[in-house]
Every structure is written in structure tokens, then in C-alpha cells.
């Protein structure tokens, strides 16, 4: 797998695999994506303006993971210097690009000389929830956005 910033011409794949993960969630029953109208809130034209700003994880030159990585979230206070992953996806048929992605965010974030990445996940998702927290991102506070609430989830690397 490789990884790399993203493009504008990378912007249909991201956006396919968002709905392909949103398609996921509902076959599993998981209430997120499919139900808070995040699709719309984030259409295409959201991803092309912003993929300059995506790290992408490619393999075989299809995109099976993104983040967005941001220096600030209105979430969150400035208290220290952070990273903040958003719009996280990966290829259900592609187990451990998501972990491969998150690990790869982290090592960009320690050669910024930042020592902190932040993200969220739904409140309601408690098996994200684990994911999150046995890989050292722990709760911090909650946020909301519209109808999404969300954990505020924090690693100090």
C-alpha cells in the first residue's frame, strides 16, 4: 500500500468509496453515516475542493482508504498543538487499510513535530468506539453537529 496526499482527480474515488462504506453500515444495521445525512452534508464537490488536503492509502491504483488531516476543528480548544482526522473511510473488502491509514496519519502528524491527533465518532457507535480506544485514540468530551453527535477521541503520540 501506498500512501499520499490527495488529488482533485481523486475526489469520485473517495466520494465512491464513502457511499460504498454507507452502503456497508446499512447492511450491518449501524446507525451513522446512512442515517445523519452525511452524503449530502459532504456531496462530491465537497472532496474536490478539499483532497489536497486527504492523505489517500492506494493499492493496485485504487484508493482503498482516506482522512482528512486538519490543523484545527472548531471542536476542540487550542491547547496544544493536535492533528484532526476527518471524513476516515476504507474499503470494507480491503481489511486493515483503515489501520494501515490511521498508523500512516500518525507518523505525518510526529514528523510535523505534532504530538497529538484527534478525531470523533459517533456516540451511538460502540463497536467504533472500541476501535478507537484500543488503538489509544480515549475519549475527550463530546461534539455536535446537526443531528451527528460525537465522542472526541484523542492519542498522544
Known sequence: MVFRQGTAGDAAAVFALMKKRVRWM?????????ENGY???????????????????VQEEKIMAAAALFDRDENW???RPALYLHHFV???DCPG????LLR???????????????LDSDIDNRALGAYYESRGYLPRGTC?????????REKIL
Open 97 to 100: 487499510a483503515g489501520d494501515a
Open 144 to 152: 455536535t453537529d446537526g443531528p451527528y453527535v460525537g465522542i472526541k
Open 77 to 79: 480548544d487550542g491547547d
Open 39 to 57: 452524503l449530502a452534508a459532504y456531496p462530491e464537490d465537497y472532496y474536490a475542493r478539499h483532497m489536497a488536503q486527504f492523505l489517500v492509502a
Open 90 to 92: 476504507s474499503d470494507p
Open 26 to 34: 446499512e447492511q450491518k444495521g449501524l446507525r451513522q453515516w446512512n
Open 104 to 118: 500512516q496519519a500518525e507518523a505525518l502528524a510526529q514528523v510535523r513535530g505534532i504530538h497529538a491527533l484527534r
